[in-house]
């Protein structure tokens, strides 16, 4: 995909206002995880950033060549993640790994990597920065932004499986999108992450979060279900079809793992995040019943080009797996403000 001429010039005023910080060319932007925190972006501006991610890339508006994977051990990942963003002049790459046994084997989080930003003008790069806070950030938006179009109205019961870094960011501005929450229910097979979860969130947030007994007590008693635990190449499903009723809003960051595979097949809406990468997956071994039929793009969704939910009866599921240009959207915000704020370390090329 290449820069429209209408773009041209607005693309070299954007190259000069960062050669006004940062010598192109000689130096590189280095930000810390710790870096990345201290950038000042709200909650807000990063639903709205991936938001717009999203509505870029189903309208065909970004070149992202599918992801590169390596899987050393079982459900193990690197992906080589790039994407070019030519409206938001912003090229990139996420070299991000998922590793589900680090916080046993190594104490650390399982998602790791980092982002190399370059200059589309040149070529040069002009950033390297952590991907995990980033990608936490991005990841949860993603599903607040699906749930913007594909909750029912006035929610007021949500479930989230899975309390490690993910899960936790999506319980965080819940209520952003779901304000007319009354009750959390949060589910970890580590009972201890679930409590952290509880006694760091419950204190900023207006709903009360609840430690579910069990699958099927939370799958049961919520009408929006988000999980962000481990995305398996096997078929182990601990939620059972008949658990689900129709209505209910399903949104998963890690493929099919948890799920018995008849419920995606029955569900009246199943959209994903991208329909190339669906495809890719099943190249992997992720879908070994096949996918259900693509409802849409949660992109061509959002973008107001196919309808999300039409009535309280539908069974809807998104899978919305991740996207590279999900993270170039807020890469480009937060390469801007740490050059504003000074914040970072330049390094000579
Ligand atoms: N879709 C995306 O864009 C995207 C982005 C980042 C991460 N992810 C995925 O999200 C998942 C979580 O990532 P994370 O960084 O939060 O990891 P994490 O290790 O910080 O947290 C995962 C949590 O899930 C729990 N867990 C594991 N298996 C479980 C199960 N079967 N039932 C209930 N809880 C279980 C763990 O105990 C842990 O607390 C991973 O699968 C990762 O690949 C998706």
Not at 37 to 52: C, M, R, W
Request: hydrophobic share 45%; net charge negative.
């Amino acid at each position: 995909m290449r820069l429209p001429d209408a773009l041209k010039e607005a693309a070299e005023a954007y190259r000069r206002w960062i050669l006004e910080c940062l010598p192109i060319g000689k130096e590189l932007l280095y930000l810390s995880q710790d870096h990345v925190k201290q950038v000042p972006l709200t909650p807000a501006e990063v639903l709205d950033l991936t938001e717009k991610a999203l509505i870029a890339y189903s309208a065909q508006k970004v070149d992202m060549p599918s992801k590169i994977a390596l899987h050393p051990l079982a459900d193990t990942f690197f992906h080589a993640m790039p994407a070019y963003v030519p409206e938001q002049f912003v090229a990139g790459i996420k070299w991000g790994s998922c590793y589900p046994r680090n916080r046993e084997q190594f104490g650390v989080p399982q998602a790791q990597g980092l982002i190399l930003l370059s200059d589309h003008l040149s070529g040069l790069p002009l950033a390297v920065m952590d991907c995990k806070y980033i990608t936490e950030l991005r990841t949860a938006a993603v599903t607040y932004t699906a749930i913007k179009y594909l909750a029912p109205k006035n929610v007021e019961t949500f479930g989230m499986i899975g309390c490690g870094v993910e899960g936790r960011q999506h319980v965080r501005n819940i209520l952003s999108v779901l304000p007319g929450l009354k009750t959390i229910y949060v589910y970890d097979i580590f009972e201890k992450a679930a409590d952290a979860l509880i006694a760091d969130l419950q204190p900023c947030i207006g709903a009360q979060i609840v430690k579910a007994a069990s699958y099927e007590a939370l799958v049961k008693n919520t009408q929006v279900i988000a999980s962000a635990t481990i995305a398996s190449e096997g078929y182990n499903p601990v939620i059972k079809d008949e658990w689900i009723e129709k209505g209910k809003t399903i949104l998963l960051c890690e493929g099919h793992t948890l799920y018995e595979d008849p419920v995606f097949k029955r569900a009246d809406k199943y959209i994903v995040d991208s329909r190339e990468q669906v495809e890719q997956f099943v190249q992997y071994g992720f879908y070994p019943f096949g996918h259900p039929v693509i409802h849409a793009e949660t992109g061509e969704v959002a973008a107001g080009k196919v309808r999300g939910r039409e009535n309280t009866e539908e069974l809807i599921i998104a899978n919305n797996f991740g996207m590279a240009v999900d993270d170039m959207f807020v890469v480009r915000a937060i390469f801007d403000r740490a050059l504003e704020h000074r914040i970072g370390v330049r390094l000579p090329l």
